[in-house]
């Protein structure tokens, strides 16, 4: 993984709309070349937006700003008839998928019969958002394939292998449960893959076979970015689709900073490693009170660790025996898979242990290449809510940590530059 630093300045720095997403050198940009841009290929570069649950496209605002000064040329469009339908245990993740693919088929209508042009599709998703538009793309293209080009995708702490996590992380366990919330939504449930025992729905639009990873692939880059620590909700192994990476853990102490790194695929980036922003404190109080809250989280471990320990078999036997029976139901009713049985699925753990995930998703995400973004960030001593940082939500945000997340958007912004062919 390479490194690069916060400019550290709360001015956005300027930036040439014509550098490629490899051309950022330390807090630098240096050109290696031209590529064809919107005004040579004469199309219309259009940006879609999906948030994730409870959001509203007014938590764009920070990224419209931004892709509007670095991409003037481009048509800034955040979905705006999901807010009702993506609140908390709303409705499922294919319902609010046909919801976008509609939406995004009328602007791309409406544009295309405005201009006459081939438009350029690129498609960000956070959170849910992200899953949104990968189960949206099929039925989209389907209905509007000619005239669409196929940009840049990027998932903003985005749950590709699910929620779900080890009981041996009882304070990230708690995602376990989602499926208690099956008889009245299954949003929750689909995302922690609870939703069905043998196809649950991640599964249908990660399989390598399967038309939304088919369609997928033709973007010209896929992108997937997530913080490495403090993300109550979506396991950094999950949004980063790497399960095998352990990453190097901060104070709650520590001052206040932000950084990204970028793994091998961003080759023209700065070679140092550096954390802006950290100071060590020399202090003996500092010391004493960083052993303390050690103490302290160890204990809370423990006792959280102590309650699921007792709770979890009488919830493991109860969800076995109501899967068993619901299973000899269908049999009886003659309602088995036309495709003949489904194997079981193989789950297993990232080596964090913080997110638990099917092999069989893992390996149908894989199956296109990724570019990866480990965000790094810190409030101290608490952020009001990590889960909004990539996003830039300033109503869950304290002003420092907004700043920070905003300079961090600009970095982010620089990987959507014009792409050359694939």
């Known amino acids: 993984l390479i490194s690069i630093p916060n400019p550290l300045m709360d001015q956005p ?3 040439s709309r014509h550098v490629t997403p490899t051309t ?10 031209e590529v064809d841009t919107p005004e040579m290929t004469g199309s219309i570069p259009l940006c879609i937006m999906v948030h994730g649950v ?11 700003e931004i892709l509007s000064q670095r991409f003037p040329d481009w048509v800034l469009w955040p979905l705006q008839k999901l807010r009702a339908a993506s609140s908390f ?3 499922d993740l294919r319902e609010l998928s046909k919801m976008a693919a509609m939406e995004i088929f009328e602007v791309l209508r409406e544009h295309r019969a405005a201009s006459g042009r081939r438009i350029v599709l690129h498609c960000i998703g956070h959170s849910m958002g ?14 509007f394939d000619d005239g669409v080009d196929l940009g840049h995708y990027l998932s903003l702490s985005s749950p590709h292998l699910g929620i779900q996590s080890s009981w041996l992380q009882p304070l990230h366990a708690w995602r376990n449960l989602c499926w208690l919330s099956r008889p009245v939504s299954l949003q929750l449930p689909q995302l922690a893959v609870q939703d069905c025992r043998e196809r649950p729905y991640l599964l249908e639009i990660s399989h390598a076979d399967s038309e939304s990873m088919e369609i997928l692939g033709r973007f010209q880059s896929c992108s997937c970015a997530s913080l490495a620590f403090g993300d109550p909700l979506i396991p950094s192994a999950s949004g980063m689709i790497n399960p095998d990476m352990l990453l190097e853990s901060h104070s709650i102490l520590d001052e206040s900073f932000w950084r990204l790194e970028f793994d091998d695929t961003f080759a023209e980036r700065s070679a140092g490693t550096f954390r802006a922003g950290i100071k060590e404190p020399t202090a003996k109080w500092m010391v004493i009170s960083k052993t303390l809250l050690a103490v302290l989280h160890m204990m809370l471990s423990l006792f959280f660790g102590f309650i699921i320990a007792v709770a979890s078999p ?12 619901m299973s000899e139901v269908q049999l009886r009713k003659g309602d088995s898979s036309p495709e003949g049985p489904v194997p079981k699925l193989s ?14 998703i893992y ?3 894989i199956s296109i290449p990724w570019r990866r973004i480990i965000a790094h960030a810190h409030h101290r001593p608490v952020g009001r809510n990590l889960h909004v940082f990539l996003i830039g939500k300033r109503a869950e945000q304290h002003p420092e940590e907004h700043r920070m997340s905003r300079q961090c958007i600009e970095r982010l912004a620089e990987i959507l530059g014009p792409l050359g062919p694939k």
Do not use: H
């Open 347 to 360: 789950w297993t753990f990232s080596q964090d242990l913080k997110c638990r995930y099917p092999e069989e």
């Open 314 to 325: 009488c919830t493991i036997l109860r969800t076995t025996l109501k899967r068993s029976s």
């Open 54 to 64: 409870g959001g509203s496209d007014a938590d764009w605002q920070t990224w419209v």
């Open 363 to 365: 390996d149908g995400l």
């Open 130 to 143: 992200g899953l949104i538009i990968r189960g949206a793309l099929p039925s989209l293209l389907e209905k």
């Open 13 to 15: 720095q300027s930036c």
């Open 24 to 33: 950022i050198c330390g807090e630098k940009n240096c050109d290696v070349g």
């Open 89 to 91: 245990m709303g409705r």
